[in-house]
T-cell receptor, first 115, second 109 residues
């Protein structure tokens, strides 16, 4: 089954404790992206990757890191989480970015609470 | 500045009562407009892509249309299972996807 998986689905942590949220897709997609979703603000892009070893900042990259060492994986790293990073996070992937934006497939989401 | 605005924020309808959701946009060089459906606690699910003014697409009770400034998602004779948040996103010329805040649709039986 074609899908985007994220782990963990739920996470409670404390300020300053490094964490990683994994994202994996099995569709051989080139483009992957991380979003956060907060009430009233909609989806905001954190980082995106157009291919292996190519990453770029989205709208709200501060406090986050990403890496793209393999095509299928795109982990999101919070080196020193703070309470304002409490949010619902989504990973997404699409075939390519190209001349036309391809349909994005979203993971199930990771709900993060930073105390 | 590129911007996407959805209205209304929330819409309550009776089952069978048709209506429309609006997505207004200002972007430099539209490369595509997307509609997604999102159920509570789940990731957005793709519905439609529209690329040029005048284009229309349909799926069951939903129909999406596009002009040079806005898109409408028309819902005909909705059912309770159509209740969800509907998201609009616009792909601009710099390959960024800009998202609206969504319209929460509630269909009462």
């Amino acid at each position: 089954e074609a899908q985007v998986t994220q782990n963990p689905r739920y996470l409670i942590t404390v300020t300053g404790k490094k964490l990683t949220v994994t994202c994996s897709q099995n569709m051989n997609h080139e483009y992957m992206s991380w979003y956060r979703q907060d009430p009233g603000l909609g989806l905001r892009q954190i980082y995106y990757s157009m291919n292996v070893e190519v990453t770029d900042k989205g709208d709200v990259p501060e406090g986050y890191k990403v890496s793209r060492k393999e095509k299928r994986n795109f982990p999101l790293i919070l080196e020193s989480p703070s309470p304002n990073q409490t949010s619902l996070y989504f990973c997404a992937s699409s075939l390519s970015i190209g001349r036309r934006q391809e349909t994005q497939y979203f993971g199930p989401g990771t709900r993060l609470l930073v105390l | 500045e590129d911007q996407v605005t959805q209205s209304p924020e929330a819409l309550r309808l009776q089952e069978g009562e048709s209506s429309s959701l609006n997505c207004s946009y200002t972007v430099s060089g539209l490369r595509g407009l997307f509609w997604y459906r999102q159920d509570p606690g789940k990731g957005p699910e793709f519905l439609f892509t529209l690329y040029s003014a005048g284009e229309e697409k349909e799926k069951e009770r939903l129909k999406a249309t596009l002009t040079k400034k806005e898109s409408f998602l028309h819902i005909t004779a909705p059912k309770p299972e159509d209740s969800a948040t509907y998201l609009c996103a616009v792909h601009s010329s710099n390959y960024q996807l800009i998202w609206g805040a969504g319209t929460k649709l509630i269909i009462k039986p």
